[in-house]
Nanobody, 127 residues
Framework: VQLVESGGGLVQAGGSLRLSCAASGFTFDDYAIGWFRQAPGKAREGVSCIDNSAGHTYYAESVKGRFTISSDNATNTVYLQMNSLKPADTAIYYC?????????????????????WGQGTQVTVSS
């Protein structure tokens, strides 16, 4: 399993970024893909998840209405469109994959449910 994130960068508050997670080495349609983030000195937190097998999505309350997760099964890529960015969104963003047998609302709160992780991409939002 290989996951490669891209699309991070520096943006002003109110701006937008689109993160990509290119996946390979597994049956993409069977897996859930999660986006997590970790800010300095803070625990890793779930941002959004998509279950490719069922098409279900879930968002953390902190990003609901601003972020959108989507999956392109033709290219095995999951995207995270981030709009109305805030300085509090500054973190390293990771994508993770696994076959998850719990609802996405549960999976997003338990990073240890995901065995495979990318290397992360830095998102910095300036005020």
């Amino acid at each position: 399993v290989q996951l490669v994130e891209s699309g991070g960068g520096l943006v002003q508050a109110g701006g937008s970024l689109r993160l990509s997670c290119a996946a390979s080495g597994f049956t993409f349609d069977d897996y859930a893909i999660g986006w997590f983030r970790q800010a300095p000195g803070k625990a890793r937190e779930g941002v959004s998840c998509i279950d490719n097998s069922a098409g279900h999505t879930y968002y953390a309350e902190s990003v609901k209405g601003r972020f959108t997760i989507s999956s392109d099964n033709a290219t095995n890529t999951v995207y995270l469109q981030m709009n109305s960015l805030k300085p509090a969104d500054t973190a390293i963003y990771y994508c993770a994959a696994d076959i998850v047998l719990v609802p996405m609302a549960v999976a997003i709160r338990v990073p240890s449910l995901f065995d495979s992780w990318g290397q992360g991409t830095q998102v910095t939002v300036s005020s």
